[in-house]
């Protein structure tokens, strides 16, 4: 990493994009780690596709065991 400037020299224009370079790499990799808005809307598509697998699981042994005492 580059020394910081504390003598109160001008920073050239290339130590400057360096810097900044360094900079966006950091967040890039800092900001990688967050869903975005897509992933949050997939996920919960997915999330609504299971609970309705989950519901209709249900309701059909609910139904095979009212038949299995009606015809009892």
């Known amino acids: 990493m580059a020394s910081p400037n504390t003598h109160g020299a001008p920073v050239t224009r290339a130590e400057l994009r360096?810097?900044?370079?360094?900079f966006r790499e950091e967040m890039h990799r800092e900001l990688?780690?967050?869903?975005t808005k897509a992933d949050v809307a997939n996920?919960?598509?997915w999330m609504l596709g299971l609970l309705l697998v989950v519901v209709l699981n249900v309701l059909?042994?609910?139904?095979?065991i009212v038949a299995?005492?009606?015809?009892r």
């Open 18 to 22: 360096e810097e900044l370079d360094r």
């Open 32 to 35: 990688r780690h967050y869903a």
């Open 43 to 45: 996920l919960r598509t």
């Open 60 to 64: 059909g042994t609910a139904g095979a």
């Open 68 to 71: 299995v005492v009606v015809t």
